[in-house]
């Protein structure tokens, strides 16, 4: 009787630590496959211009990453996000982040708020706003961080990835699986991507009703 609180305590380490381990999954992608139009789709980014896709008239693709500035699983990711941008904006594919969370709902996720942690963190990507949650709504987004890799198909996107940015968002030295990176490096080699879906983990974003 003496030990059920310390096995309790064990059995909670052990379901939060799998947490943090995406699970692969291979079924099909949700949200559809065609994102059709969301390059017209204009948010405001933290150096306070507006900015969309469509700029990105060279790009093979984008890594599309859905973060905002409270949650604490999402803050763990910053250095690494950089990397993956200098990676991989040289090879046309750069990195977007995008912040759909509710304003109203956490008033840390305002525009200031937003420009305070690019600056703060080094942010060498863009930072949007989606203030009126389109582009989350359109991705279907769940959690921060969850990243989509989208590559472009003479008039549209499609959706070749979605889910983990890896599998080890505690500890960046002992990542097993770099899930946007073997995305990336599939679709610009012109071979399948292995792994197209994996489980997001992070803090839940809160659409507004209409």
Known sequence: ???????????????LSEGFRPKQNQSKLSPPLQLKGID?????????????????????????VFTCNHCPFAQLYSSRLNALHTQYSSKQVPLI???????????????I??????????FK???????AQTFGKTFHAEHTPQAF???KDSSHYNIKYQG????????????????????????LNNTPVNV??????????FYRKP
């Open 1 to 15: 009787m003496q030990n059920r609180p310390l096995l309790f305590i064990l059995l909670c380490f052990v379901l």
């Open 40 to 64: 017209s789709i204009a948010m405001r980014s933290v150096d306070g211009s507006q900015s969309s896709l469509k700029q990105y008239s060279n790009a093979k693709g984008f890594i599309i």
């Open 97 to 111: 982040a995008i912040n759909s969370m509710d304003s109203m709902m956490y008033a840390e996720e305002g525009f």
């Open 113 to 122: 708020g937003m420009q305070e942690k690019a600056k703060k963190e080094g």
């Open 125 to 131: 990507f863009p930072y949007l706003q989606d203030a």
């Open 149 to 151: 890799v989208i590559w």
């Open 164 to 187: 983990s940015i890896d599998d080890n968002g505690q500890d960046s030295a002992h990542i097993q699986n770099h899930y946007i990176e073997d995305a990336v490096d599939a679709l």
């Open 196 to 205: 197209p879906n994996t489980e997001s983990f992070g803090c839940r974003i």
